[in-house]
């Protein structure tokens, strides 16, 4: 079963603008994580938050959580052609540690 | 370190057939999974060990498929006979056994069932 619902399902922004990428989810949580895959190849993982945390960095990326209303959001700023690919949220459970993906979004960046 | 190896890359069979993908962790996870991604799709997860014991089988439609986890290490997933509905990557996946860490992915094998 999917855990976590990504919105929009996909998205075409220029380059240079920042695109934010949404993520809801049904149960308890242990951590977050997003993936990344290009095209016809495996996932990447690009940042993990854990349930305590409410936002965190790394590079050109920011995730945010909200436990309260199951959702996170991925903001990546100032956008480049490379960052065309799909994006998925994962969530592991508290009382197990199985990796839940959602549907993805297909961000496409135009130059 | 070396990441996490599978194979075949591209698999063509043709229904009510057997095919097998094999796959090879990063050296040292004890937690391996088994994901099917049809396209378009997120992935789903078939299965999940832990060293050579399965965590979670609840998603495996146990009727065609099978994995196992020889001595902690290797694993290959089963499936037998195909069906068309099969065609899809096949994704494996390993993991530390701690717990708030990231799951390394293979290139994957993509099925197609004519």
């Known amino acids: 079963s999917q855990q976590g619902e990504e919105d929009p399902q996909a998205l075409s922004i220029q380059e240079g603008e920042n695109a934010t990428m949404n993520c809801s989810y049904k149960?308890?949580?242990?951590?977050l994580q997003w993936y990344r895959q290009n095209s016809g190849r495996g996932l990447v993982h690009l940042i993990l938050?854990?349930?305590?945390?409410r936002e965190k960095h790394s590079g050109r990326l920011r995730v945010t959580l909200d436990t309260s209303k199951k959702s996170s959001s991925l903001l990546i700023t100032a956008s480049r052609a490379a960052d065309t690919a799909s994006y998925f949220c994962a969530t592991e459970g508290d009382r197990d540690d199985k990796i839940i993906f959602g549907k993805g979004t297909r961000l496409h960046i135009l130059p | 370190e070396a990441g996490v190896a599978q194979s075949p890359r591209y698999k063509i069979i043709e229904k009510r057939q057997s095919v097998a993908f094999w796959c090879n962790p990063i050296?040292?996870?004890?937690?391996l999974y088994w994901y099917q991604q049809i396209l378009g799709q997120g992935p789903k997860l078939l299965i999940q060990f832990q060293n050579n014991g399965v965590v979670d089988d609840s998603q495996l439609p146990k009727d065609r498929f099978s994995a196992e986890r020889l001595k902690g290490v290797d694993s290959t997933l089963k499936i037998q006979p195909a069906k068309l509905e099969d065609s899809a990557v096949y994704l494996c996946?390993?993991?530390?056994?701690?717990?708030?860490?990231?799951?390394?992915f293979g290139q994957g094998t993509r099925l197609t069932v004519v």
């Open positions: 938050i854990r349930s305590n945390e």
């Open positions: 996946a390993s993991r530390d056994h701690r717990g708030n860490t990231e799951a390394f």
């Open positions: 050296s040292g996870h004890a937690t």
């Open positions: 149960t308890s949580i242990n951590n």
